[in-house]
């Protein structure tokens, strides 16, 4: 798992972060990775809190949508310094997106980041009653959400019918964007093979202006 820590400067006299992901210093300054899981080794997370709070850092930012470990962090942090919090996580596909929204309310985490790839879900199982849904629980409890495209689809394909698949991919992302309530969608760069790099990095630079393009029609923020 990894923690992000942000320094105290990047948040406002009342606690709260003065601007939301990609805005303003509210950006991580230093990252703290644990080498095992904390289900596993919660000393090496009690040293990454520990080291965060002698910076006087006071929030922490976690990925890898472990949710068990989360949870440990907050203990930590709980038990270290009453002012220090967990910001946002990123959740990944492990759960369901309504479980995610509860599970952030319950434990005061205000910035959430999911996939909509796989199983529940899957970007084709919101329907308008679904996507209301979910921006009702939002709502309810303050969380803000955010959707991550899977970087295992190549945003530098190029070959034929698999690259319209990938511009049609990216596009759902944004449609459904304001559906959900969604403030960002994060999305990728594309990879190469070395031989090919530079065609891959044409196709890709090419793809993220079409795609940029039509997100600005949909007044949806991307964050590459």
Known sequence: MTITVLR????GDDGEADAGPGEGDY???????LRQ???????????????ALRQRLHAVVVGRGDLRGAEQILDLLGRADDHARIVGIDLGRKIRLEE????????EVRYIDIQLDTHDNAITTFDDRRAAGVRSLCEKHGVRLGLHTLS??????YSPYVSDAVDAYLRSYIDIYGK??????????????????????KTGLERLKRIAD?????????LL
Do not use: C
């Not at 995610?100 to 434990?107: D, F, T, Y």
């Open 37 to 51: 899981s904390l289900r596993t080794d919660e000393a090496k997370a009690e040293e990454g809190i520990d080291l």
């Open 180 to 201: 959900l309530g969604a403030e960002w969608i994060v999305v990728h760069a594309g990879y190469h093979f070395s031989k090919d790099k530079d065609l891959r990095m």
């Open 100 to 107: 995610g929204i509860q599970w952030a309310a319950q434990n």
């Open 8 to 11: 105290p400067s990047a948040l």
């Open 214 to 222: 039509y997100a600005e029609k949909k007044k949806a923020r991307l």
């Open 27 to 33: 950006a991580p300054v230093r990252r703290a990775v």
């Open 152 to 157: 295992a689809v190549n945003v530098a394909e």
